[in-house]
């Protein structure tokens, strides 16, 4: 039996930004079909030290697309990588995720990590605080 597109039920997942404090100025964009803090936790395995950091994640349909054209986007903008870590500033990578997935239907900023890991360092929720605090202060100037 053939399957239409119209048939094919939308899979639905999150796209997220995870950091590790102990490599600042890298985030992670990558997608899950679990709770992005779960996802942090599995990158712990991977022999890095630090607190791996959920910083965004957002509900799409599609979360393995959205996350590859993300990739490409950036890329082709220049801006350095290595695998799935970017030297990107958050807000343009929440710029790109939104744009690339058209439709977000949840989408949440609050910081969390794993409660098995250690808390981040100080500095880097210093740095999570004022990021917020800015990006807040932009979108009041825009309204």
Not at 15 to 30: C, Q, S
Not at 96 to 105: K, L, P, Q, S
Request: hydrophobic residues 35%; contains cysteine.
């Amino acid at each position: 039996m053939t399957t239409s597109d119209s048939s094919r039920t939308e899979q639905r997942g999150w796209v997220y930004l995870i950091l590790n404090d102990d490599t600042p100025g890298k985030i992670k964009i990558g997608y899950s079909t679990k709770d992005p803090v779960d996802r942090a936790l599995e990158l712990v395995s991977t022999g890095t030290t630090g607190t791996f950091v959920v910083i965004y994640h957002a509900l799409v349909a599609d979360p393995f697309a959205v996350e590859q054209e993300v990739h490409k986007r950036l890329r082709l903008a220049g801006i350095d990588w290595e695998r799935e870590w970017y030297s990107v500033c958050p807000d343009r990578a929440k710029e790109e995720i939104r744009a690339v997935a058209g439709v977000v239907f949840y989408e949440d900023t609050t910081v969390r990590w794993h409660r098995s890991q250690r808390q981040p360092k100080e500095y880097t929720l210093e740095l999570l605080a004022e990021a917020k605090a800015a990006t807040e202060e932009r979108r009041r100037r825009q309204e």
